[in-house]
């Protein structure tokens, strides 16, 4: 799965149509980092605790693959990479400038719909390590 995204223009009027990156729940999905923490700034983990408009890129790049094997009818285990950036302008692009993630994870499909858990390790942060991530829906 591979995704791209930039904006054309003066994007200042809309805020929410800008992107960031990370985790599972808000922007780009980018499993080993926390939500919304690679930004046009680089990896800012306090962008996803508050919301700032210098944290917003106009162009993003991600790229995923993923193998899932089902065990039964309700439960699906998988192992994945993800790689990705955020960046202020289309310009600024770089696909050699990625913030890469890899792991494994589990899906039980209820009557709600599925929910999963996914375990990644962040190559990139400051600190690298382990981002723990929950998954309601289809996500990935």
């Known amino acids: 799965n591979a995704r791209a995204g930039t904006i054309f ?8 149509e ?15 980092y926390p939500d919304a923490s690679i930004t046009a700034l680089g990896f800012d ?17 991600t790229v995923s693959g993923e193998y899932a094997a089902r065990i ?14 955020v960046w202020r302008t289309a310009e600024q692009f770089n696909p050699t400038r990625l913030y890469r993630g890899a792991g494994f ?6 009557p709600f719909g599925p929910i ?8 990139d942060k ?8 929950f998954k309601f829906g ?3």
Not at 18 to 32: C, I, N
Not at 45 to 61: A, D, K
Not at 126 to 133: L, R, S, T
């Open 138 to 140: 289809q996500g990935f």
């Open 18 to 32: 800008q992107f960031y990156a990370g985790g599972t729940r808000l922007g780009q999905p980018l499993r080993g």
């Open 126 to 133: 400051p600190n690298p390590g382990w981002e723990v991530h």
């Open 105 to 110: 994870g589990g899906t039980v499909v209820t």
């Open 45 to 61: 983990e306090s962008c996803g605790n508050q919301f700032r408009l210098e944290c917003l890129g106009s162009s993003f790049f």
């Open 72 to 85: 039964n009818d309700q439960l699906s285990v998988s192992v994945f990479a993800d790689a990705g950036n």
């Open 9 to 16: 223009g003066d994007a200042s009027y809309f805020p929410f």
């Open 116 to 123: 999963g858990l996914d375990i990644a390790y962040g190559f």
